[in-house]
């Protein structure tokens, strides 16, 4: 019987918000494929996760050993190929996040199946549409194998809402599990009150304009007044001004929050990549010419230093008022 599957990232215990873009994509496929939607929880100890998931697909696999705890695409890839093929799915999906990107490229290996990578739209059961050149141009790819593959950028599939009724959790025995010699050593994950900067309502953004970490220190002030995530261009994290995992762009994070704050940053093709679909973008920079003006709603040609300290003083007074 006809299926999609779809990659279901969870915490110990609920379905990561990041999954639901994907189980959006897979239900647009499933309508040109047939069949179920049908989640894949895997983890160590996932079992009220998957309890979770299924609130939101028709049915969910749950496979749960303690050699799963971590997210490798040696380890996990395996289980997603064999489940495509013992439920006889057409279409694997999963967010184009971290863990999809690295785990479902070694799943459609596996399956000798095709791959779109970071799809926007789904445009039949085998086509996609997909940027490509940082964004710069938009292309419509077909998957020419029985099994499509896909990862879905999230910030263009809406969150799916849960289904009418939960589906069943099918838990499956996961026999051994082989990380090729691949090791999971640590995870140093980023400490911070903020919300996460690719699911933040509001992200304030900072490029080398801010000159050097004390300006990125005004720039948080004004992040937090507005309850968002902070974020930086490429250019600003390789002089150490902010951390590397707060770049958005091409080759950092993709957000689209519903207002992008872009302060000191030229607009560089690749960090349009990666804020473009914000919902309002408001740019502060002191040339007139910089390319960050094409894509802003609002824009303010000033320097940050006039301009931030009188904006985080009027949000002061506004929230205390
Ligand atoms: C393969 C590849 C991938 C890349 N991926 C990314 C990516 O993911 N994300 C990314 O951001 N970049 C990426 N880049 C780098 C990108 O091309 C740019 O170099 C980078 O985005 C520039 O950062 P910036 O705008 O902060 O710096 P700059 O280009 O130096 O711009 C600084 C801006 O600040 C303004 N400014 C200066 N002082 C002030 C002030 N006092 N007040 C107000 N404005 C001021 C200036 O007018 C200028 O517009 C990538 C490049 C390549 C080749």
Redesign the pocket.
């Known amino acids: 019987m006809a299926a999609t599957l779809v990659l279901l990232e969870t915490t110990a215990t609920n379905l990561r918000s990041s999954s639901l873009p994907a189980v959006t994509a897979a239900r647009e496929l499933a309508k040109h494929h047939g069949g179920q939607v049908v989640g894949v929880v895997i983890g160590a100890g996932v079992g009220s996760a998957a309890a979770d998931a299924a609130r939101f697909v028709d049915k969910v696999l749950c496979f749960d050993h303690p050699g799963l705890a971590s997210a490798l695409a040696e380890t996990w890839a395996p289980l997603l190929a064999a489940a495509v093929k013992e439920g006889g799915a057409s279409a694997l999906v999963a967010s184009a996040t971290s863990i999809g990107k690295d785990v479902l490229p070694r799943a459609a290996a596996l399956l000798g199946a095709g791959m779109a990578s970071d799809v926007v739209k789904v445009l039949s059961a085998k086509s996609f549409r997909r940027p490509t050149y ?1 964004g710069n141009a938009i292309t419509d790819v077909e998957v020419t194998t029985a099994v499509v593959v896909c990862t879905a950028r999230q910030t263009e599939f809406a969150a799916a809402a849960p289904a009418a009724s939960p589906g069943a959790v099918e838990n499956r025995t996961v026999a051994a599990v082989g990380a090729l010699g691949s090791e999971f050593v640590a995870l140093h994950a980023t400490q911070s009150a903020r919300p996460d900067l690719a699911e933040a309502r509001v992200v304030v953004s900072g ?3 801010m ?1 050097d970490k004390a300006g990125f220190k005004v720039l948080e002030e004004l992040t937090d007044l507005l309850g968002g995530a902070l974020g ?5 994290c390789d002089a150490g001004m902010a951390p590397n995992d707060l ?6 994070k993709v957000v689209a929050p519903d207002l992008y704050f872009a ?9 349009l ?2 804020m473009k679909s914000s919902k309002v973008i408001v740019a ?4 007139p010419e ?1 390319p ?1 003006f094409q894509v802003a709603d609002y824009g303010l040609v ?4 006039a301009t931030l300290p009188a904006l985080i003083a009027e949000m002061k007074k506004l929230k205390a008022g």
Do not use: M, Y
């Open positions: 940082a490029g080398r304009g000159k930086a261009s490429r250019a600003a770049q958005v762009g091409q080759t950092g302060v000191a940053l030229s607009g560089a093709i690749q960090h990549a990666g502060i920079n002191k040339d910089a960050i000033a320097t940050w230093e």
